[in-house]
Every structure is written in C-alpha cells, then in structure tokens.
C-alpha cells in the first residue's frame, strides 16, 4: 500500500515538474483585476481575501454573487512561483467530479467538472485554471434545479478571456 502511495506521489511530482519548466512568470498584477466581470444579472454579495488554514489572509481575491438562490464565486490566488501555483492546482482539482471531456483551453492548466452529479443534472460546476503564479477557481451553484452546461462553459470562457486580456505581456 505505501509502495503504491509513493509510486503516485513520484508520477504526480513529475507531470508538477514537466508542467512547470517551460511555463514563465506571468505579469504581476493585482488579484482584484483577473476577476470575472458578471453583469447586471448577479449581485455581489461579498469581496474579501482568501484564508490559509490557519485563517490568515493569502494573497488573492475571493468575490461571491448572487441571484435569488444561484451563487457564483470567483477565487483568484496569486502564488509564489509558477511551480507553487501548480502544485495548488493539482491539489485542487475536483477530481471526485464528472470531468467535461476535452475542455480546457487558456491556462496552462485547466479543468471543468461537475461535482455533485452526473450533466445533464449538475447543481454545481467548477472551473479550476492556473496562469503562471496566479490559480483561479469558479463555481456556481443553483440548488434549485440544474446548472445548464453551456451556461457554465460560457462563465468559464469569460475567467479565460479576461486572464488573457490582463497577463499577456
């Protein structure tokens, strides 16, 4: 059993470590600029920096929205290093979701799941994204009824479009 635990540890820190080496430093900018810009339609109901485990502000951003019962929440971290914002990212993900197959245009990482259910029935999607030193995560939320797909990929694309406009350079 710890042979097989170590034997995933070494393949994880490897694909961490071919992922890193050829990805640069993105611009330094404020956390604040990457977040997604969402319309008239969703309320902002809270702004405020991220925790660490011990409760203890990181670097980043955090905002949350609302329409009636739907929430949607934006994450922006900003890492150290490229290297640091990977292994954030790989921790991250949201493995015990339905993975959208063949999505994941932007970043130099990025995944998309549906986490509480099987698509068409998902409640909750999550788009996790890494640019250089800077990770991103979007979820929304509607415990209502489903979240369609699309509606979810189009938000996602936003996070992209935005990143791409603020750190290229």
């Known amino acids: 059993m710890v042979a097989l635990v170590l034997a995933y540890l070494g393949a994880n820190a490897i694909g961490v470590y071919r992922s890193v080496t050829h990805v640069r430093e993105r611009p330094d900018v404020p956390a604040a600029e990457l977040l997604l810009d969402v319309g008239p339609r969703w309320t902002l109901v809270g702004l405020l920096p991220p925790l660490d485990e011990r409760g203890r502000p990181r670097p980043g951003v955090v905002a949350g929205w609302a329409d009636g019962p739907d929430r949607l929440v934006h994450t922006v971290l900003k890492h150290v290093s490229p290297a640091r914002a990977e292994l954030a ?56 009824g489903p979240v369609e797909e699309g509606e979810f990929l189009a938000l996602a694309r936003e996070v992209d479009v935005r990143a791409e406009y603020v750190l290229r350079g």
């Open 89 to 144: 990212h790989v921790l991250a993900r949201p493995s015990r979701g339905e993975a959208v197959a063949g999505w994941g245009r932007g970043g130099d990482r990025a995944s998309v799941a549906c986490v509480d259910r099987t698509p068409p029935d998902c409640r909750v999607w999550v788009y996790e994204t890494r640019y250089g030193q800077y990770t991103e995560r979007l979820l929304r939320s509607s415990p209502d």
